[in-house]
């Protein structure tokens, strides 16, 4: 982050009203859950927390650093049967679910 500049609050833009979830307490820290994630959601957050302190702004650096990848899908087989295989160069966690539609 760039010093002496306001780092944008990502909960006051209305697009992301519903697809932002935060949870907090000061024994067991805090979350932040983003929902139906995106590829523009790719960036560097910050969690920040603001005192009644004079200058108490506190921002928790370096940050955690999101990357947001399409997955890729390729198809193989002959006219009648296609096999669908998904992949993705992410870690993912050991049994990721899928949904495919038609």
Not at 4 to 15: C, L, M, N, S, W
Request: aromatic content about 8%.
């Amino acid at each position: 982050m760039e010093t002496g500049v306001e780092p944008e609050d990502i909960g006051q833009d209305p697009e992301n009203a519903d697809r932002l979830e935060y949870d907090g307490d000061k024994k067991n820290g805090h979350t932040l859950k983003i929902t139906d994630l995106r590829e523009s959601d790719s960036a560097t957050y910050w969690f920040r927390f603001i005192t009644d302190q004079t200058r108490g702004r506190y921002i928790g650096n370096p940050g955690v650093t999101l990357s947001v990848t399409g997955l890729q899908v390729k198809v193989t087989g002959g006219h009648q049967d296609k096999t669908l295989t998904c992949s993705t160069t992410c870690t993912l966690t050991d049994n990721p679910t899928y949904i495919w539609y038609k």
